[in-house]
């Protein structure tokens, strides 16, 4: 939500009469950008709005992508609002029923030069809808987003892949099992071992011991272990070093 704003003072007069929801509203020359917003997330989103005319103006003219980076210099949340269409006829750049003599292929090149700059770009049909814009910009949520793919790539190492060739392991749990362990010989310890009491690794169970150890054919009181040099061996079991 919008806490307050401030209207550049070279904006027009409706511009500067815009309420925001019955904001504070201030208005004054801006360093960047034609209004800034604070929100209630402590946040500053600072908005440049243009014409579809003056969109292609300021970038014939240089000034564009310099405008964009001091945006994104004073706030990440930065974004230009363009007030109107632009269609492409005939690969040319149509706006407000009027061929502009841009190709649209070089206007879809800016477009992406200001994403690259990270500045987000929206259209609106007129200027009438520019403040809702701007409130609806504001109850974005602004929270970093987790986005899994739907198969997450793992890259076992030797040691690893041998854990996730064992009955109940495979790759989904071996990297927590090295997490849990601290290396994958102290996992084939860990999972050869029923007799001395420890934490539980994530979703590893007795049964999946069990059948660890009759995979690798251990007898009834013998388990993997890493054994220092001079440590004394457990009295009640076999150890077979690894």
């Given at each position: 939500?919008?806490?307050?704003?401030?209207?550049?003072?070279?904006?027009?007069?409706?511009?500067?009469?815009?309420t925001?929801?019955?904001?504070?509203?201030?208005?004054?020359q801006?360093?960047?950008?034609?209004?800034?917003?604070?929100?209630?997330?402590?946040?500053?989103?600072?908005?440049?709005?243009?014409?579809?005319?003056?969109?292609?103006?300021?970038?014939?003219?240089?000034?564009?992508?310099?405008?964009c980076?001091?945006?994104?210099?004073?706030?990440?949340?930065?974004?230009?609002?363009?007030?109107?269409?632009?269609?492409?006829?005939?690969?040319?750049?149509?706006?407000?029923?009027?061929?502009?003599?841009?190709?649209?292929?070089?206007y879809?090149?800016?477009l992406?030069?200001i994403?690259?700059?990270?500045?987000?770009?929206?259209?609106?049909?007129?200027?009438?809808?520019?403040?809702?814009?701007?409130?609806?910009?504001?109850?974005?949520?602004?929270?970093?987003?987790?986005?899994?793919?739907?198969?997450?790539?793992?890259?076992?190492?030797?040691?690893?892949?041998?854990?996730?060739?064992?009955?109940?392991?495979?790759?989904?749990?071996?990297?927590?099992?090295?997490?849990?362990?601290?290396?994958?010989?102290?996992?084939?310890?860990?999972?050869t071992?029923?007799?001395?009491?420890?934490?539980?690794?994530?979703?590893?169970?007795?049964?999946?011991?069990?059948?660890?150890?009759?995979?690798?054919?251990?007898?009834?009181?013998?388990?993997?272990a890493?054994?220092?040099?001079?440590?004394?061996?457990?009295?009640?079991?076999?150890?077979?070093?690894?």
């Amino acid at each position: 939500m919008i806490k307050s704003a401030i209207v550049d003072s070279r904006e027009p007069n409706w511009t500067k009469q815009l309420t925001f929801g019955n904001v504070p509203v201030a208005v004054s020359q801006l360093d960047a950008g034609d209004v800034w917003i604070a929100t209630d997330d402590n946040c500053l989103l600072v908005i440049e709005r243009k014409t579809p005319g003056d969109f292609l103006n300021t970038l014939s003219q240089g000034r564009l992508f310099p405008q964009c980076a001091k945006m994104k210099k004073i706030s990440p949340w930065s974004y230009i609002i363009v007030t109107g269409e632009m269609t492409n006829v005939d690969g040319q750049v149509l706006t407000d029923r009027r061929q502009t003599g841009w190709s649209w292929m070089s206007y879809q090149g800016a477009l992406l030069t200001i994403q690259e700059l990270g500045v987000m770009i929206t259209w609106i049909p007129s200027d009438s809808d520019f403040e809702d814009t701007v409130i609806r910009l504001a109850k974005r949520k602004r929270e970093d987003v987790t986005i899994r793919p739907p198969r997450i790539p793992a890259i076992l190492g030797d040691g690893e892949a041998i854990l996730a060739a064992l009955p109940g392991i495979g790759p989904e749990r071996t990297d927590a099992l090295v997490k849990h362990c601290g290396s994958a010989a102290q996992a084939f310890h860990y999972l050869t071992d029923i007799w001395t009491d420890g934490s539980n690794a994530p979703g590893i169970g007795s049964n999946t011991k069990v059948k660890v150890r009759r995979a690798l054919r251990l007898q009834p009181h013998e388990f993997l272990a890493v054994q220092t040099t001079g440590e004394e061996l457990n009295d009640d079991a076999t150890i077979s070093q690894i």
